[in-house]
């Protein structure tokens, strides 16, 4: 992501999840003018970049095929991209998705899968030449060493990028809390992120997950305090981005993470 300013800052993506289903919603925002005005308020609020996704990815999620998730989306995206300033992420596992949605001008796909689910979607991004966010993810939370081995997935994941032409400078990485992870590995990712280093941006998409279910025992629509406590430590940490539902809570208080990490 050559235009961020990644070791310096920690960018904020704002999620806007056009689905009825969302773990964290609830489909507050299914409906292209909801999901718009949505956008709109995150990019007021000081969002970075927005991650629109179209089919819900929380645990026991209902798959939807590739044109209604394209209905969904693409719509959102066009009229993001014609009527605020801001980067748009595609949230998508589906190459076919995701070159839709580069098509109705996506800058970067956000792939749960890490480029492994979809053999097409690397040779996607590399074709549109579009910054793309690999994540880590296991059929099976099962380990034999927890963080080497997602280091060395994560590995796996950069190199089927760069085989397909992806940039260099267009990878970052996401070592995907809340998927093929136990709450206790959750927690240790956030602990010892630095150790997944490997000379890549890094995002974190913490935000309302069950880790803080675990470690707090609070429901969904309890967590955004502690989903602040977790985006901080994940930009004092040196993360270059942080996954949000809400912005205007995060923003101050990850700037003021990186400016203590910095100093």
Same mark, same amino acid.
């Given at each position: 992501?050559?235009?961020?300013?990644?070791?310096?800052?920690?960018?904020?993506?704002?999620?806007?999840?056009?689905?009825?289903?969302?773990?964290?919603?609830?489909?507050?925002? &299914? $409906?292209?003018?909801?999901?718009?005005? !949505?956008? +709109?308020?995150? #990019? *007021?609020?000081?969002?970075? =970049?927005? /991650? %629109?996704?179209?089919?819900?990815?929380?645990?026991?999620?209902?798959?939807?095929?590739?044109?209604?998730?394209?209905?969904?989306?693409?719509?959102?995206?066009?009229?993001?991209?014609?009527?605020?300033?801001?980067?748009?992420?595609?949230?998508?596992?589906?190459?076919?998705?995701?070159?839709?949605?580069?098509?109705?001008?996506?800058?970067?796909?956000?792939?749960?899968?890490?480029?492994?689910?979809?053999?097409?979607?690397?040779?996607?991004?590399?074709? &549109? $030449?579009?910054?793309?966010?690999?994540? !880590?993810? +296991?059929?099976? #939370? *099962?380990?034999?060493?927890? =963080?080497? /081995? %997602?280091?060395?997935?994560?590995?796996?994941?950069?190199?089927?990028?760069?085989?397909?032409?992806?940039?260099?400078?267009?990878?970052?990485?996401?070592?995907?809390?809340?998927?093929?992870?136990?709450?206790?590995?959750?927690?240790?990712?956030?602990?010892?992120?630095?150790?997944?280093?490997?000379?890549?941006?890094?995002?974190?998409?913490?935000?309302?997950?069950?880790?803080?279910?675990?470690?707090?025992?609070?429901?969904?629509?309890?967590?955004?305090?502690?989903?602040?406590?977790?985006?901080?430590?994940?930009?004092?940490?040196? #993360?270059?981005?942080?996954?949000?539902?809400?912005?205007?809570?995060?923003?101050?208080?990850?700037?003021?993470?990186?400016?203590?990490?910095?100093?």
């Amino acid at each position: 992501m050559k235009n961020f300013d990644v070791k310096n800052k920690t960018y904020i993506m704002g999620i806007v999840n056009v689905t009825p289903d969302s773990f964290s919603d609830g489909g507050r925002w &299914y $409906g292209q003018d909801a999901a718009v005005e !949505h956008a +709109r308020k995150l #990019a *007021e609020e000081g969002a970075d =970049i927005i /991650d %629109v996704g179209g089919e819900s990815t929380r645990p026991g999620y209902i798959p939807v095929s590739d044109e209604e998730e394209i209905r969904r989306v693409v719509p959102v995206i066009e009229r993001i991209k014609k009527e605020l300033s801001v980067p748009v992420s595609v949230d998508t596992y589906k190459s076919a998705v995701a070159r839709a949605a580069l098509e109705a001008g996506a800058d970067m796909v956000n792939d749960i899968w890490g480029f492994k689910k979809d053999k097409d979607m690397a040779r996607v991004a590399a074709e &549109y $030449g579009a910054a793309c966010c690999l994540m !880590h993810n +296991r059929e099976r #939370a *099962e380990y034999s060493s927890f =963080i080497p /081995d %997602v280091k060395s997935d994560l590995e796996e994941c950069v190199n089927i990028a760069l085989r397909a032409g992806v940039k260099q400078e267009n990878i970052i990485l996401d070592p995907g809390i809340g998927f093929a992870k136990t709450p206790v590995h959750n927690l240790i990712v956030l602990n010892r992120l630095e150790e997944l280093d490997l000379g890549y941006p890094v995002l974190v998409g913490a935000s309302r997950k069950s880790l803080i279910g675990y470690a707090l025992n609070l429901p969904v629509e309890r967590r955004e305090e502690a989903s602040v406590a977790a985006a901080v430590i994940a930009a004092y940490k040196g #993360a270059a981005f942080v996954r949000v539902h809400n912005v205007a809570a995060h923003r101050n208080a990850v700037d003021m993470a990186r400016a203590v990490a910095k100093a």
